[in-house]
């Protein structure tokens, strides 16, 4: 399985199970998919532990004293290891009227679309989050 989907699945999971985090396997990209995840706020921290792991801890909006809400509604892998989509900075739109988020692999290394637009990059279109 790729890592990226993987680790999108154990996000997606974890969320709809109602955990609080969840952890996994290490990787430089996976660290920094996180840590735009976490600037973007939808996930409340990142963490290399000592036994390597990466952990997140989520984040849930309160909607009544019983019912949390996630803060991620949806992921979607858009570049898949059969198939991988390149896309130059002209041709990146927004995600969900700029609910959400793109996320790419660029020569400057992982980031946002807006991003990516203002800094006049393209690159691998990895995922959409909102």
Partial sequence: MDKISEMLTKIRNAQMAGQKETVIRPSKLRFALAEILKKEGFIEAVSMEKEGLIKITLKYYQASKTR???????????????QRIYIKNKD????KNNYGTAILSTSKGVMTGSESRKLG????YICEVW
């Fill in 68 to 82: 949390k809400i996630p803060a991620i509604t949806g992921l979607r892998k858009i570049s898949k290891s059969g």
């Fill in 92 to 95: 990146i739109k927004d995600v």
């Fill in 121 to 124: 990059l393209g690159g691998e």
